[in-house]
């Protein structure tokens, strides 16, 4: 009879046992904190935030295993601005035992942006060659990687990986590629280092021959070490590679030549480029300016006519001939175009546009038709 209560004694305390494991393990909380996630995730996507935190609170409190609710909550603390919370709370999940790669992977990213959020660009590059291993270098993590060079400023970096980014996508980059070595130029000419900065600007034009911003720093350079001989042979480079852009040289050329006592030179420069760039409304303003200005008003007059021919409602041009018809008493003409001007202010539609989402119409949504948020038009 020993032997049998021994027995039963063994089987009632397996019974206790496999009682006590299934209490600790608790399916009824998991089910619950599987409610408290989905109900969270709902609010996320109703831009719910607070609540959905809440919930995220609950469903780990819970349910412990849940990875994607914790990085969903470290996520919102990051997003309100408790940035050091969420990269303690980010890097706490990445010690943990049996994640899997996807969780990694989610982990890693929401660290880069932690990172970025506290401008340690450092820990954010690292983290993006962490995620490079991970995902067997995905286009995404390239990318990200190359934003973060860019944000830490470290323009040699971007342009080595962006180079190697886009010979492996087989795109043509060299207009960004030519630009992170204006970059890098600019940051030189702060540390006065003016010759290297040029080097840099020079090496943009090599990349990429219409890259507008490489001519017009170094002009500015060579304006400030009084070559301007040199700035103005840059600045016709620069009319002649991106005319469309040619009001930005203007006040450049101007100051050169009053430097150097060739101010005449200008209204042949703005004839040659006006002839080869007749639509480019910028040059043809900047050549009636120049005209009022040598007191030949009717050549100012005559080219905004000319544009109002081709473009009735060019309101820059009626602007110009108000001005220039005051000045040669023709007061019937401007204020005739004044009216114009001001009957076209005046009908036109009030536009209103979604506080939240950025959705623009002409009249007021108490429910906006793309995001669905209430009253956000209304200030």
């Known amino acids: 009879m020993s032997n049998i209560y021994i027995i039963i004694f063994i089987l009632v305390a397996l019974i206790a046992i496999f009682a006590v494991v299934f209490i600790l393990r608790n399916p009824k909380k998991k089910r619950d904190s599987s409610i408290d996630y989905t109900a969270a995730l709902n609010y996320l996507l109703s831009g719910e935030r607070r609540k959905a935190f ?10 412990t295993t849940n990875i994607d609710a914790y990085i969903k909550l470290a996520d919102i603390l990051r997003d309100e601005g408790h940035v050091q919370r969420a990269i303690k709370v980010h890097r706490s999940l990445t010690v943990r035992n ?22 340690r660009y450092d820990k954010a590059i690292e983290t993006c060659q962490s995620l490079m291993d991970l995902t067997n270098g995905e286009t995404w993590v390239q990318e990200l990687l190359i934003r973060m060079y860019e944000e830490k ?23 960004l590629l030519a630009l992170y070595k204006v970059e890098e130029g600019l940051r030189l000419i702060e540390k006065e280092k003016e010759h290297d900065g040029r080097v840099k600007f020079r090496e943009a034009i090599k990349i990429d021959k219409k890259c507008a911003p490489a ?58 480029l006006f002839q080869h760039n007749p639509d480019i409304h910028s040059i043809r303003f900047a050549l ?63 536009q209103f546009t979604c506080e939240n989402c950025g959705f623009t119409d002409n009249r007021p949504y108490w429910h906006c038709p793309q995001c669905h948020a209430w009253n956000s038009y209304l200030n």
Request: include cysteine.
């Open 215 to 272: 001519y017009l720093y170094l002009s500015d350079s060579y304006i400030r070490k009084n070559r301007l001989s040199d700035a103005f042979k840059e600045l016709k480079r620069f009319l002649k590679k991106a005319p469309q852009l040619s009001y930005l040289a203007f006040g450049r050329i101007k100051e050169v030549l009053y430097e150097t006592g060739d101010f005449g030179d200008i209204e042949n420069i703005y004839n040659d």
């Open 153 to 175: 400023g470290d323009w040699e970096k971007a342009f080595e990986a962006q180079k190697k980014f886009a010979r492996k996508q087989g795109v043509n980059k060299d207009w």
């Open 288 to 350: 009636a300016d120049l005209y009022e200005r040598k007191g030949e008003i009717e050549h100012a007059i005559e080219l905004c006519r000319e544009e109002l021919e081709k473009h009735p409602d060019s309101e820059l041009a009626k602007q110009y001939l108000v001005k220039y018809y005051a000045r040669t008493g023709n007061s019937e003409k401007a204020v005739e175009l004044s009216l114009e001007l001001v009957e076209k202010s005046l009908n036109e539609e009030m």
């Open 98 to 119: 049996n994640l899997t790669q996807l969780e990694r992977i989610q982990i890693a990213k929401s660290l880069v942006k932690d990172y970025k959020a506290a401008e």
């Open 54 to 63: 809440e919930k995220l609170k609950e469903t780990v409190r819970k349910n």
